[in-house]
């Protein structure tokens, strides 16, 4: 079974990656970009019995930094 984990930083924290990103596109002559945020997916390939509460206790202990990250999990066969 396959499971990604999107993780991206909570709305207020400061973006420094989604800034230079913006910034870069801009100098690539990509206009109309007005905010870029950047976070993380994290696949995992793992048995059918890990559970649902296993995949978020793995978030919250290890994949996200759940102080200033959300992560959102995406279960597929």
């Known amino acids: 079974m396959k499971t ?3 993780v991206t930083l909570k709305g207020g924290v400061l973006d420094p990656q989604g800034k230079a ?3 870069a596109l801009g100098g690539l002559g990509f206009s109309g970009v007005n ?3 950047a976070g993380k997916l994290i696949e995992l390939e793992h048995d ?7 995949i978020e206790d793995m978030c919250k202990k290890l ?3 759940t102080v200033i990250e959300n992560f959102r999990i ?3 066969a």
């Not at 059918?48 to 296993?54: E, H, Q, R, S, Y």
């Open 4 to 6: 990604r984990v999107y």
């Open 21 to 23: 990103i913006q910034n």
């Open 48 to 54: 059918d019995d890990v559970t649902d509460a296993a």
């Open 74 to 76: 995406e279960r597929s």
């Open 63 to 65: 994949l996200a930094n």
């Open 35 to 37: 905010d870029v945020r």
